[in-house]
């Protein structure tokens, strides 16, 4: 029974270091794409904005001068530069927070970097729940950055400053939960919402919005080495439960030959 026992260490042990050297390879797999995604938002984010300033609200654009222009335009790269680095913060475990500034408003954006403790690498179910952490955390700083990129648009005067912003949560959220390419300018929310008229609240108006909504399934979408990366991780993953699931296997053989033993070594003969 010692030997069994003895064996069945063995096993786990070579589990352990195969799951290791699985965990270290997903580490390296999400830099990698968290890398991409960075590069892949700062360029949709810019290509939203071009289309929302030149065909969204043309006209409100044209009133800007030619220094407003190149301020909001400053101010929307470095947003995506921040993103781009907030990413790499989750997976790397370094904590920092930047401050981004609109120079056509006295008010600042501050960006807080979040980050996750580093999971155990020979866990594969912490593995599993570290990973998901990092995707809600990916999810939720698209969703920051289109937040602050849309109140940006709105202090320049070219999105309505009284956009509700319940409306416009419900509509990014019922987009997001679509798992296809919608249709139309990709990371652009457009719809059509009744707005109250403060001075009769029983007259109202039908408005056309459009407002930023980074998407990460059409940034993937767009990019084909982001895709990959992606794909990737889902194959470090699968490989990840394999494991995961004959190491449950042989922890339950240990636990039976360890109860065996026990009840073998305390039982007696009246």
């Given amino acids: 029974m010692a030997r069994a026992i003895e064996r069945i260490d063995r096993d786990l042990a070579m589990l352990e270091e195969a799951i290791r050297a699985i965990a270290a390879e997903l580490q390296s797999a999400d830099t990698i794409y968290l890398t991409l995604l960075g590069e892949a938002v700062r360029k949709q984010l810019i290509l939203a904005s071009y289309h929302l300033c030149t065909q969204g609200y043309p006209e409100n654009f044209l009133k800007l001068s030619l220094n407003q222009r190149q301020k909001l335009q400053q101010a929307i790269r470095k947003l995506g530069q921040q993103l781009s680095e907030q990413l790499l913060t989750h997976v790397n475990g370094e904590e920092t927070a930047e401050v981004g500034e609109y120079e056509g408003d006295e008010t600042e954006l501050v960006v807080q970097h979040s980050i996750l403790n580093p999971p155990d690498s020979s866990s594969p179910e ?43 949560e419900a509509a990014a959220a019922a987009s997001e939960a679509a798992a296809e390419v919608m249709p139309g300018p990709p990371n652009l929310l457009n719809l059509v919402i009744e707005i109250e008229n403060e001075q009769d609240e029983e007259e109202s108006s039908l408005t056309q919005i459009m407002a930023i909504n980074l998407r990460l399934g059409e940034i993937e979408f767009a990019d084909g080495t982001l895709a990959s990366s992606r794909k990737q991780i889902r194959n470090i993953l699968v490989q990840l439960q394999k494991l995961g699931r004959e190491y449950q296997k042989k922890q339950r053989e240990r636990s039976i030959a360890e109860a065996e033993a026990a009840w073998r070594s305390s039982w007696y003969e009246d």
């Fill in 126 to 168: 912490e593995l599993a729940k570290w990973q998901n952490s990092l995707e809600e955390l990916t999810q939720q700083a698209l969703k920051k950055v289109s937040h602050d990129a849309n109140v940006l648009l709105q202090r320049a005067d070219i999105l309505p400053k009284k956009i509700p912003e319940p409306i416009l």
